[in-house]
């Protein structure tokens, strides 16, 4: 069966800090790999999302992931935090077959230091 | 245009009341599905629908019952309310057929069951 791991349950940052999510997936064929922010009472939005080609694939809000098969990760990255960049963040699989049952990690919480 | 829309925001029931999350899309999106969010458990799978007049049953399915009459609606009901349904449920739209094709998902109904 199909899971997604983040090891990370809570992560405090500096704003102007780099930032770094983790996410691990288990899946038997390489899968369609997303991440979504949560703001605080709000639904999920998509900032990005990997296929297939290129593996370092660009998002909103200036984030980024990269996808590596041979860890089965797909890790977020942002060069520069900002306060507004407070959230939770879910990694998500989907297997890209009919029905399109996506799996979610349970999440990271960012917090930004001013 | 509205996207996902979900009603009420807020909902307090009492132990063994029913009662019915609605969740609209005009994006004519033939995949709905209905999450519930739970902390620290990520997003689970409740029930699901490929097109009008098929459900089929997620992760979580039980005490809870959908219907798919139209593209547009997919209300989640409650039939005897439990305190362990006390949760944010999102519903989540998106085309089939198309693999990768990212979630929509609405802002969520937070419900208190007492």
């Known amino acids: 069966a199909q899971s997604v791991t983040q090891p990370d349950i809570h992560i405090t940052v500096s704003e102007g800090a780099s930032l770094e999510l983790r996410c691990n997936y288990s899946?038997?064929?390489?899968?369609?790999l997303f991440w979504y922010v949560q703001s605080p009472g709000q639904g999920l939005q998509l900032l990005l999302k990997y296929f297939s080609g290129d593996t370092l694939v660009q998002g909103i809000k200036g984030f980024e992931a990269e996808f590596k098969r041979s860890q089965s990760s797909f890790n977020l990255r942002k060069p520069s935090v900002h306060w507004s960049d407070a959230a939770e963040y879910f990694c998500?699989?989907?297997?890209?077959?009919?029905?399109?049952?996506?799996?979610f990690g349970p999440g990271t919480r960012l917090s930004v230091l001013p | 245009n509205a996207g996902v829309t979900q009603t009420p925001k807020f909902q307090v029931l009492k132990t063994g009341q029913s009662m019915t999350l609605q969740c609209a899309q005009d994006m004519n999106h033939e995949y709905m599905s209905w999450y519930r969010q739970d902390p620290g458990m990520g997003l689970r799978l409740i029930h699901y629908s490929v097109g009008a007049g098929i459900t089929d049953q997620g992760e979580v399915p039980n005490g809870y019952n959908v219907s798919r009459s139209t593209t547009e609606d997919f209300p989640l009901r409650l039939l005897s309310a439990a305190p362990s349904q006390t949760s944010v449920y999102f519903c989540?739209?998106?085309?089939?057929?198309?693999?990768?094709?990212?979630?929509?998902f609405g802002n969520g109904t937070r419900l208190t069951v007492t």
């Open positions: 989540a739209s998106t085309l089939t057929g198309t693999g990768g094709s990212p979630l929509h």
């Open positions: 899946y038997g064929a390489t899968p369609y």
């Open positions: 998500a699989v989907a297997p890209g077959n009919y029905g399109q049952n996506f799996v």
